[in-house]
C-alpha cells in the first residue's frame, strides 16, 4: 500500500514558507526548517512495510500543480498533508485539489488541526481526519487499517483508532488521546529519512554552519512559557528522551552517510534540561571520537562546568530564550528564569568558549513601551554572537492565545492574517498602549540597532575573515535575505500591514 506525505507549497512567490518552525512563517534570514515530523512518519510507515513518498515542496520549490501530477502518478490510499495556522485554509484548499485527482483518504497533520480538529475537520468534506499531537504510530495505525480494507473503512475500525478526529457519514467523531511516544530510540533516525527523501542542502539554519541536519534527542518540556506551541499543543510538558547509545550512533550515521554536512542541530525544546545526561552524552562523543559540530537549544542557566564540557565534546553554539529584559513581563509569560543568572550563563558560556545566538520576544503580558526598550538595552548588553526579536505570536492550544482572546486583544481570527501577503510574521495581537503594528516596528529596529553596532559589523567581519569555509556559505546565503529587511522593516514598500484598533 502506497501513504504520501505532504509539506504542501505555500507562498511560493515571495519565498520559502516554513510549516514546522514554532512560528510558521517566511523568515527574514532566510532559515527553513525540515519537516522533521512528516519524516518521522515517513521512516516508520517505511520500517513498517509500506511504500511511502514524501514530498517537501517548499524546499524543492515544486508548485501545487506539479505536487498534483505527482500524487495521481503515485496514487496513494493514504495522503498526509502537513499544516500551520497560518496557511491552513490554504492547505485544506489542497486537500481539496488533490481529493480531484486521487481517492486517498486524507488526513490533517500538525498543531493547529492538533489544537482545532473540529474546526479543521468542518472547513472541508476533503478532510477525512486529522491526526492529533504526536501522529506517527496514529498513521501507522491508520495505515494498517486502509491496508485491509482500503477506501471501504467503518465507523468501528476509524473509532479503535487513538489520537484522531474523524468524519463518518457527515458526522464528526473525536477518539481518545494517544499516549506519547515513550520509547523513542523505536523511532527511525531523521537523518536516515533525510538521506532517502530530500536534500539536505535545500535547508538552512542560519545560525548552524551550512549544509546542517536538524535531529531531536527527545520530546516535551518541562517548562510552561505561555507561548511556547509544541510544549503545549503536541509534545506535552514531559521530557522524554533517546538513550545515549542512540544519539552516538545516529552521530556516527550522519558523519558517514552525508558526509556533506557540517553541523548538527539539536532541536529538542531545551536539550539542556537534564545536565546529568548532557554530561553524559557530551562523555560518550568523546569516547567515540565524533568530530562533527553541534549547535541546540538552551535555558539560560547551565553552569559553567557542563558548559565547558559541552565545549570540549565540539558544541559550538548555544540558542537560547531570554525573551525580555524585564523580570516583571518574564514571570508573567511563566518563563522561570532570573536576569541576573541570564547574565551569569552569558559570561559563563563566553569563558567556555560557546556562542549564543539570543532570541527576544515582546509583547507578553505586563509588556510596556518602556519594558521594550529594557529589553532592547539588555540584548545589547549581553551582546550574543546573533540576536533575533519577534512580536508574541499566539498559536490556538497555547495560553497566550487564550490570554488574548479572552482580553480582546487579537485583532482578527482570520488565519489568513497571521502573516503578511509576504509570508513574514504578522502580529496579532493588540491593546491600549501598545500595538501590534509598535510590536512590530519595534522588532525592525531593535534588529537595526543591534546589527548595524559598528562594533558588531567589525566582529562579523573579523569571524568571516579567521573562519572563511565555517561561517561562509552560511552568512552569504542568510545575507541576500536578511539585508533587505533589516533596510526596509517589514512593512515598508510591503502591500501588506498589520490592522491596528
Known amino acids: 500500500m502506497k501513504v504520501l506525505l505532504l509539506n504542501p507549497p505555500f507562498k511560493e512567490k515571495f519565498g520559502r514558507f516554513s510549516r514546522e518552525q514554532r512560528s510558521p512563517a517566511i523568515t527574514k534570514g532566510g532559515t527553513f526548517y525540515y519537516p522533521m515530523w512528516l519524516s518521522y512518519a515517513t521512516g516508520l510507515l517505511e520500517k513498517s512495510g509500506f511504500e511511502v513518498k514524501l514530498i517537501d515542496a517548499p524546499a524543492s520549490k515544486t508548485s501545487l500543480e506539479e505536487v498534483m501530477r505527482e500524487v495521481e502518478v503515485f496514487s496513494p490510499t493514504l495522503l498526509v498533508i502537513d499544516t500551520s495556522t497560518p496557511s491552513i485554509y490554504h492547505d485544506i484548499e489542497t486537500a481539496e ?6 481517492s486517498a483518504f486524507t488526513i490533517l497533520v500538525g498543531t493547529h488541526p492538533s489544537a482545532l480538529p473540529e474546526e479543521s475537520l468542518q472547513r472541508s468534506k476533503a478532510i477525512d481526519a486529522v491526526a492529533r499531537k504526536e501522529y506517527e504510530i496514529t498513521l501507522k495505525e491508520l495505515a494498517d487499517k486502509l491496508k485491509k480494507v482500503g477506501n471501504n473503512i467503518s465507523k468501528d475500525e476509524l473509532s479503535s483508532i487513538a489520537g484522531i478526529s474523524f468524519r463518518f457519514e457527515d458526522k464528526i467523531f473525536h477518539n481518545s488521546e494517544r499516549e506519547p511516544v515513550q520509547n523513542l530510540d523505536a523511532l527511525p533516525f531523521l537523518s536516515a529519512v533525510y538521506k ?14 551550512y549544509p546542517q541536519v536538524a535531529i531531536y534527542t527527545g520530546r516535551g518540556c518541562p517548562y510552561q512559557c505561555v507561548y511556547c506551541v509544541y510544549p503545549q499543543v503536541m509534545h506535552g510538558h514531559s521530557y522524554r528522551k533517546r538513550s545515549i547509545g542512540n544519539l552516538i550512533e545516529e552521530f556516527r550515521f550522519i558523519e558517514k552517510e552525508l558526509p556533506q554536512v557540517r553541523e548538527i542541530f539539536i532541536e529538542d525544546d531545551t536539550f539542556t534540561v537534564d545536565k546529568k545526561r548532557v554530561t553524559a552524552f557530551c562523555e560518550a562523543y568523546e569516547k567515540a571520537r565524533l568530530k562533527i559540530s553541534w549547535v541546540a537549544n538552551s535555558r539560560a542557566d547551565v553552569d559553567v562546568d557542563t558548559l565547558i564540557e559541552m565545549k570540549k ?6 540558542c537560547v530564550g531570554f525573551e525580555s529584559g524585564d523580570q516583571k513581563v518574564l514571570n508573567a509569560m511563566k518563563k522561570n528564569l532570573k536576569i541576573e543568572k541570564a547574565h551569569q550563563f552569558v559570561k559563563s558560556a563566553k569563558e567556555a568558549g560557546i556562542l549564543i545566538h539570543g532570541c527576544f520576544i515582546v509583547g507578553n503580558p505586563e509588556e510596556t513601551k518602556e519594558t521594550l526598550q529594557t529589553t532592547l538595552n539588555y540584548a545589547k548588553k549581553l551582546n ?27 485583532i482578527s481570527e482570520d488565519y489568513t492574517e ?13 491593546r491600549p498602549g501598545l500595538t501590534n503594528i509598535e510590536l512590530v516596528e519595534f522588532c525592525d529596529r531593535a534588529r537595526k540597532e543591534f546589527y548595524l553596532r559598528p562594533g558588531y559589523i567589525l566582529y562579523r567581519l573579523k569571524q568571516l575573515i579567521l573562519h ?14 536578511f539585508a533587505k529587511f533589516l533596510l526596509r522593516g517589514t512593512f515598508n514598500n510591503s502591500s501588506s500591514k498589520a490592522s491596528n484598533r
Open 196 to 209: 532517502k527523501h530530500l536534500h539536505v542542502e535545500d535547508y538552512l539554519y542560519t545560525i548552524a554552519q
Open 418 to 430: 497571521w502573516n503578511t501577503e509576504e509570508g513574514l510574521h504578522n502580529c496579532m495581537v493588540s
Open 468 to 481: 572563511p569555509i565555517a561561517d561562509g556559505p552560511r552568512m552569504v546565503k542568510s545575507i541576500k535575505v
Open 313 to 318: 565534546a565540539n558544541c559550538r553554539l548555544l
Open 97 to 102: 485539489k488533490l481529493k480531484e485527482v486521487t
Open 384 to 410: 550574543p554572537d546573533t540576536a533575533q526579536f519577534f512580536p508574541i505570536m499566539v498559536y490556538p492550544g497555547t495560553a497566550a492565545y487564550d490570554w488574548a482572546k479572552t482580553n480582546n486583544y487579537l
